[in-house]
């Protein structure tokens, strides 16, 4: 598509749950990136994609956090066993190449109870 | 420590006069910047770019400046519309070093006033 797409919209766990997170990068991306927002204006980078191989994944918090990119499959995240200060809004962004602006979805609002 | 620095929270201009959002960045290592420009509950939509290579690069009404020696950055809006009112984050990489991870600033909040 011409967007990235990203779903659900907003995810709601109780703390201990998991948690997954999917996006649909723009067609013909080859890179996919992932970034968490906990306050209203701050971005941190979790990890990057080039095609289905990891390329940087030196943001991700190691032990609960895991992400994929497969053919011809939506992008994931996935959190084990939650906790409450996982409650974010993530982004999902897509780049044609390296050097190339990239496109964000809209997000996907966390909130662990 | 913020290597990307955005010293104004907000920014209040009248419709039609230019609109000014600056940006200074501590490391080194950057090589290219964007702008993003975001609504609440949106994700940030891209608006322009520039490489270290140029000190400025033009895109309809917004203009982008970027002063290396000086490590800091500018977006210029001519002219201001109140559709323009949003939060605008200024983000850098360092794709030299096969970087390509974005670091933003915290952001400017621009109201433009009809």
């Known amino acids: 598509g011409e967007e990235v797409a990203q779903t659900p919209k907003h995810l709601v766990r109780g703390e201990g749950q998991k948690a997954k997170l999917y996006c649909a990068p723009i067609?013909?991306?080859?890179?996919v990136f992932w970034y968490q927002q906990v306050l209203k204006n701050e971005f941190k980078f979790l990890i990057s994609f080039q095609n289905e191989n990891v390329f940087d994944e030196t943001g991700m918090p190691k032990e609960r956090f895991s992400a994929k990119c497969l053919p011809n499959s939506p992008c994931s995240l996935e959190i084990q066993a939650t906790k409450l200060e996982d409650s974010a809004v993530y982004f999902c962004?897509?780049?044609?190449?390296?050097?190339?602006?990239?496109?964000f979805g809209d997000g996907t609002r966390l909130s662990i109870l | 420590d913020q290597q990307v620095k955005q010293n104004s929270p907000s920014l209040s201009v009248q419709e039609g006069r230019i609109s000014i959002l600056n940006c200074d960045y501590t490391?080194?290592?950057?090589?290219?910047f964007l702008w993003y420009k975001k609504y609440p509950a949106e994700g940030p939509t891209f608006l322009i770019s520039i490489s270290s290579i140029k000190d400025k690069n033009e895109d309809g009404r917004f203009t982008v400046f970027l002063n290396k020696s000086a490590k800091h950055l500018s977006l210029h809006i001519v002219p201001s519309q109140p559709g323009d009112s949003a939060v605008y984050f200024c983000?850098?990489?360092?794709?030299?070093?096969?970087?390509?991870?974005?670091?933003f600033g915290k952001g400017t909040l621009l109201t433009v006033n009809p």
């Open positions: 067609k013909g991306h080859s890179y």
């Open positions: 490391n080194s290592m950057f090589d290219y």
């Open positions: 962004a897509s780049s044609y190449d390296r050097g190339q602006p990239q496109h």
């Open positions: 983000a850098a990489s360092a794709l030299g070093g096969s970087n390509y991870k974005l670091t």
